[in-house]
């Protein structure tokens, strides 16, 4: 009868626990990339005793060095900020944009419980208007929106806009890539309009927006209309052109298996053309949205439309002490939002495709 080592079962449940651990990790690796958390991998790798040397070198590349450039650049700002002297004084440093960031948050506050005491008030109005037998009064809260608000209309025109050019340019970038004469037609027009600025297009759909729609109070605001549309209008070129060139590239034995198989149009599209183009399609879609959050911001400070442009726009005008400040805090929020948009893409880009693209 032989013994087993209870040493040698002690080691390879530690190894099997190791391997458990590796492979989670692996797992989990995924994600952290789709969030810009890379560097978490290495750590949690470093901690479970996989090359500790090799892992510190990724942890180096990977958050310390980042981290490092963060610091230089907020030294620099702070060193250069207070000698560059502006009509509204010195421009504000890193201290100067966290305090009004802070100040921001407040003023929010401030006006989220104003709001809640007007409806209350409006609420207990109506309360006795009912006990008295008459109709209750509608009152819609017209204060100045929060700062969070603001952001909340870019982030929900810019994403209808965006859904819009989805819309438009992935069936037409199909039918490019399917067709080579419908290519031949729409390539024309791709070169001629792809490069158009948003500030041309702008004063064109505010007109067109205006005539259709010539009284308020419709589905959706004219403003958030002009903007969705104008979004619309700039960003679906990268979606339109990706699409095309993805549904060409498809392998040419795919097609034919098609043919042989004497698929319908539909059927070849959802089976074989869509499944093989999706990467380039996800690329394209990244694209866009993050032209169209450009575009956004653009075309809410000219046209004066609810959001983080406008927002921009009217600190401008004011001409305070802070304004500076606010308006660069609005610029760290834009490109934090940004960054969140890409990843959100790249977040679905990884669950319907295979790529690594990043």
Known sequence: MTTVDPNFTDIAEREARRARLFTRINSADKWFQVLGLAWIT?????????????????????????????????????????????????????????????????????????????????????????????????????????????IWTSIQTVFFGFLLATLVAVPLGILAGLSPTANAGLNPLIQIFKPVSPLAWLPIVTMIVSALAATEGGLLPK???????????????????????????????????????KMSTWTKITKLVLPSALPLIFTGLRLSLGVGWMVLIAAEMLAQNPGLGKFVWDEFQNGSSSSLA??????????????????????LQSLFTFTNNR
């Open 42 to 150: 290495p750590i949690l790798k470093a901690a479970v005793g996989d090359n500790p040397r090799a892992q510190t070198k990724e942890i180096w590349r990977l958050l310390v060095v980042p981290m490092l450039a963060i610091a230089a650049f907020l030294m620099l700002w702070a060193v250069l900020a207070p000698k560059v002297q502006t009509s509204l004084g010195a421009v504000p440093g890193p201290a100067q944009v966290w305090e009004e960031a802070v100040n921001l948050h407040k003023d929010a506050q401030a006006k989220a419980e104003q709001r809640a005491e007007f409806e209350a008030k409006v609420a207990q109005l109506n309360e006795r208007l009912i006990a008295q037998g008459k109709e209750p009064k509608e009152r819609a809260y017209t204060g100045a929106p929060t700062y969070y608000q603001q």
């Open 223 to 261: 403003s958030f209309i002009i903007s969705a549309v104008t979004v619309t209008l700039c960003s679906l070129w990268p979606t339109l052109i990706n699409t095309a060139l993805g549904v060409a590239s498809i392998d040419k034995d795919l097609v034919n298996v098609s043919k042989v198989l």
């Open 326 to 347: 606010r308006i660069m805090v609005a610029v760290l929020t834009i490109g934090l939002i940004g960054f969140l948009l890409d990843r959100v893409m790249y977040a």
